[in-house]
Nanobody, 119 residues
Framework: QVQLVESGGGLVQAGGSLRLSCAAS????????MAWFRQAPGKEREFVAS????????YYADSVKGRFTISRDSAKDTQYLQMNSLKPEDTALYYC????????????WGQGTQVTVSS
């Protein structure tokens, strides 16, 4: 089993920045991709960004391109999401997720960290 623990959420004004972290523990195998998703109240969960763990290749939702940056520290089994120029519409519960096999199906999820952007 792998446990994913997010941190770094909070309340910030529009235009501000936050940095989310997601630490994985209990790892006994290699995995393919880690990602961030978010879910706003009354909306479906949506993809935000992902990173190929070995190559470092990144992907972003159009809504966050140019504002968010995903990165990883392989030695710490931790990924990050640097969020700049935050907008009220970025308000959501942000989840860390792990795709073990590269199937685009996420096998493990964290509990989420709340990000609230005030206008």
């Amino acid at each position: 089993q792998v446990q994913l623990v997010e941190s770094g959420g909070g309340l910030v004004q529009a235009g501000g920045s936050l940095r989310l972290s997601c630490a994985a523990s209990g790892r006994t195998f290699r995995w393919y991709t880690m990602a961030w998703f978010r879910q706003a109240p009354g909306k479906e969960r949506e993809f935000v960004a992902s990173i190929n763990w070995s190559r470092g290749t990144t992907y972003y939702a159009d809504s966050v391109k140019g504002r968010f940056t995903i990165s990883r520290d392989s030695a710490k089994d931790t990924q990050y999401l640097q969020m700049n120029s935050l907008k009220p519409e970025d308000t959501a519960l942000y989840y860390c997720a792990l795709d073990v096999y590269g199937s685009d199906k996420y096998d493990y999820w964290g509990q989420g960290t709340q990000v609230t952007v005030s206008s």
